[in-house]
């Protein structure tokens, strides 16, 4: 597996102007969601929110992923590559990311499609 380009301690979150600090506990779980996610892409889908807590061992709860998903963007942006956070949607209805994403979710999934193509 390739190293996390986020480090323990504070972590600009630009794109929203707050700051997220990088626990122990946050930084073992990028690992897991980074992982997770990048089977997401290569199989084309998306994953809801309890679905990702699922396939993490319950890393996190499904509410509390937020700041988790913010640090991936930030690794996936240092990485110059697309924002893995895009493949996370609400299990409900509109199957559309959360609040806190920036972006064109629907153009960062293709380009996560593409990225880690099979």
Not at 30 to 41: E, F, N, S, Y
Not at 63 to 74: N, V
Not at 103 to 116: T, V
Request: charged residues 25%; glycine residues 12%; contains cysteine.
């Amino acid at each position: 597996m390739d190293t996390l380009k986020v480090q323990l301690g504070p972590l600009d979150i630009d794109f929203r102007g707050t700051t997220v600090n990088v626990t122990p506990h946050m930084l073992d779980a990028l690992d897991r969601i980074r992982a997770a996610l990048i089977t997401v892409a290569q199989l084309r889908a998306t994953t809801s929110y309890k679905g990702l807590a699922a396939a993490t061992g319950g890393a996190y709860s499904v509410r509390g992923f937020g700041k988790a998903l913010d640090a991936i963007t930030i690794d996936c942006r240092d990485r110059n590559e697309p924002s893995l956070a895009s493949l996370v949607v609400h299990s409900g209805g509109d199957k559309e990311v959360g609040d806190g994403f920036r972006g064109n979710a629907k153009g960062e999934r293709d380009l996560c499609y593409a990225q880690w193509a099979l």
